[in-house]
């Protein structure tokens, strides 16, 4: 039984609704219809904000965030994140709201809205693992969070006899994490020092793939040099001894304790971005968890990243130079959202879906190669955010300073994250377009001021206002590309694609 976060809504008289959340997700609250959980925009409801708060949801985790509501978040009658009267929503979103985080039993008051949260832990042995059934805990229960299951009730004596649940160590060097482990997960986890060393993790997962045989190319792999390192994990240049042939290996770290179905998750999706074949996007080779470590190892591109070629350069990139990078990653892109791929499910069962999101389109996923004396651009980390996002392996990281690239978020991917579509995409990649040609993002992030609310309440500044040398048809189509509100401007890559080819070659 996974955990599971539930929410119950009693909004007067629009009635009751409750709502599950088993996976990854962030949504806003408010009574704009576009938010995932939408409050009845009526006069009953007027206190409620048209975007309230957000919540971050990676069960059993939950945090809330008000994003400058006129009146307020209530959680247990504790008032958190309103605005002055005398402030408007733009000058609200200057300040920056505290987050806190929710636990079982809390209650959450949105003007006359109340919703209660309930949180549900999965029920394992706490000395063999094995799952804990609804009807038989009672009889399970030996402490807080703390269960043992018929068989080993059995095989012990009376409870003074009883064996001491087992302790939780870190996965790679077995470090004992009973004073940090979190009760109630059961699962790897990495302890703090493994963090800190990504270079030893690295020679270790592949000193195992070579004595096991394990993990397909990584077996044949030696490490040659990092290539780059993160808040999540680090990026090493590694050589496929059989092949001579140079491979990109990513080292990703969970941020929580990796369970048995976040770890299927992560291997489910990411066995739909190994079945993409396409010459603009970079080629998956091999991926995996070993020891509470993700892995995945890609095709590496000697031209590096669009965001290092742009802090090389120090300046901007024309335009002659910039649209055909995007027209070939667009050419990936539309065949990525468009690849017919076989999923299966956590029940086992084998669907056919169409396409993928990639969700983190920016510069530093772009890459350039060469096929002889020709430039390719590919899109690198296809599925790769995620897969680890859905997983639940990156934490609550969509609220506060920790949410990644949120200058390349279309606001759909901030209302409601875990279902974005693939116009995001589309709007990410004119989004990386405008970088290209500007050094600028395409909105205006000021110091101090609240991210959620300026994805959610501004617009794209005109990419002429940045530099006003930019062609005016190419402008025009990028500017378009740039809409979000109420809907994305450009629907598919090949529709941008379209577009942006005829500016260029108007000019």
């Not at 996002?389 to 409601?416: E, F, K, P």
Request: glycine content about 8%.
């Amino acid at each position: 039984m996974p955990a599971k976060v539930i929410l119950e809504t009693d909004a007067g008289s629009s009635g009751k609704v409750t709502r599950v959340f088993e996976e990854r997700t962030t949504c806003v609250i408010g009574r704009s219809s576009e938010c995932q959980l939408c409050i009845p925009d009526d006069s009953i409801h007027a206190a409620v904000s048209r975007h309230h708060c957000l919540l971050d949801i990676n069960p059993p985790d939950i945090r809330i965030r008000d994003l400058g509501s006129l009146n307020g978040t209530f959680i247990n009658d504790r008032l958190i994140g309103w605005r002055k009267p005398d402030q408007s929503p733009a000058e609200a979103s200057q300040i920056p709201f505290p987050e806190c985080d929710l636990k079982d039993g809390d209650a959450v008051r949105l003007g006359s809205a109340v919703m209660r949260v309930r949180i549900v832990f999965p029920m394992r042995c706490s000395v063999c693992d094995a799952e804990i059934l609804e009807d038989t805990v009672a009889n399970s229960r030996t402490g807080p969070h703390r269960y043992l299951c018929a068989k080993c009730r059995e095989a012990v004596g009376p409870a003074p006899t009883r064996p001491v649940p087992r302790p939780q160590v870190c996965a790679c060097c077995r470090k004992n994490l009973s004073s940090e482990a979190e009760e109630a997960r059961h699962g790897e986890v990495l302890c703090s020092n493994c963090r800190s060393g990504p270079a030893r993790l690295c020679l270790q997962l592949l000193q195992y793939a070579r004595e096991k045989g394990e993990f397909g190319i990584l077996k044949s792999c030696s490490v040659e040099r990092e290539l780059g390192r993160g808040g999540f994990g680090a990026v090493y240049l590694v050589r496929d001894a059989d092949t001579d042939t140079k491979l990109a290996l990513k080292l990703l770290f969970p941020q929580v304790t990796v369970e048995p179905e976040a770890k299927a998750a992560f291997l489910r999706e990411m066995a739909n971005a190994s079945a993409l074949d396409h010459p603009n996007l970079l080629r998956l080779h091999s991926y995996g968890v070993w020891n509470a470590l993700c892995f995945s190892v890609w095709e590496f591109c000697e031209g590096g990243s669009i965001d290092q070629l742009l802090q090389h350069r120090g300046q901007p990139l024309e335009a002659r130079d910039a649209v055909p990078i995007i027209l070939d990653v667009l050419q990936g892109l539309e065949y990525a959202h468009k690849a017919r791929l076989k999923t299966r499910l956590s029940d086992g069962r084998v669907v056919e879906t169409a396409g993928l999101v990639h969700r983190d389109i920016k510069p530093a996923n772009i890459f350039l190669s060469r096929i002889g004396d020709r430039q390719i651009a590919k899109i690198g980390d296809y599925g790769l955010s995620k897969a680890f996002d859905t997983a639940g392996l990156s934490g609550l990281t969509r609220t506060g300073s920790g949410i990644g690239s949120y200058q390349y978020l279309a606001r759909q991917q901030v209302v409601s994250y875990k279902y974005s579509k693939p116009d995001v995409d589309v709007w990410a990649m004119a989004a990386s377009l405008y970088a290209m040609l500007t050094n600028f993002c395409p909105r205006d992030f000021r110091e101090g001021k609240d991210v959620w609310l300026t994805i959610l309440e501004t617009n794209a500044v005109p990419i002429r206002e940045r530099r006003a040398s930019i062609p005016r048809k190419l402008a025009e189509v990028i500017d378009k590309a740039l809409v979000d509100r109420p809907e994305i401007g450009f629907k598919s890559a090949g529709e941008l694609r379209r577009a942006l080819l005829e500016a260029f070659e108007a000019n």
